[in-house]
């Protein structure tokens, strides 16, 4: 009896083994960063993705370091300031065939030319190793998708 059911639960598993892992809320970004721009044109105005992400090792940290965290700057590309209204609603970090989406939260910025927004409480990815990340910016309604590609994960101490 034992083994009928032993082929039915290998394959279960294989089939989720498979399955790509998404850490964090339903996001609107694709499984993948491969086709992603790394610059678009929003409100007349070319914006690129710049980033820094990083894991907390200083002392008051846990041992095995703090969650990965993301700081993700969209800069207009020619001085130009960005247009009133445009907004990153989710980002998501692609590492080695997993994912993790956020809903990032803005830093308040005084830079006419780029918006900051701040990714906090991913997993324990790195450091070492690159990522691509990529953002869902929104312009009155309007949806871009915006990739910043082999983005190294570091480490403070």
Not at 77 to 91: C, E, F, K, S, Y
Not at 113 to 127: D, K, Q
Request: charged share 15%; hydrophobic share 40%; net charge neutral.
């Amino acid at each position: 009896m034992k083994s009928r059911f032993l082929p039915a639960v290998i394959a279960t598993l294989t089939l989720i083994g498979c399955r790509e892992t998404v850490l964090g809320p339903p996001s609107g970004l694709p499984e993948s960063s491969a086709g992603v721009p790394q610059q678009v044109v929003v409100g007349g105005v070319p914006v690129a993705l710049e980033t820094s992400l990083w894991r907390d090792f200083m002392p008051i940290a846990p041992p095995d370091g703090q969650a990965l965290t993301a700081l993700l700057t969209v800069r207009s590309q020619n001085g130009t300031p960005l247009p009133d209204g445009l907004q990153v609603t989710a980002a998501g970090v692609y590492y080695l065939g997993k994912r993790w989406t956020s809903e990032p939260e803005s830093e308040r910025g005084y830079d006419p030319t780029a918006i900051v927004y701040l990714a906090r409480g991913g997993p324990r990815w790195g450091p070492g190793g690159t990522a691509d990340v990529i953002v869902l910016l929104d312009f009155n309604g309007a949806k871009a998708l915006l990739r910043a590609a082999n983005q190294p994960i570091t480490r403070t101490d």
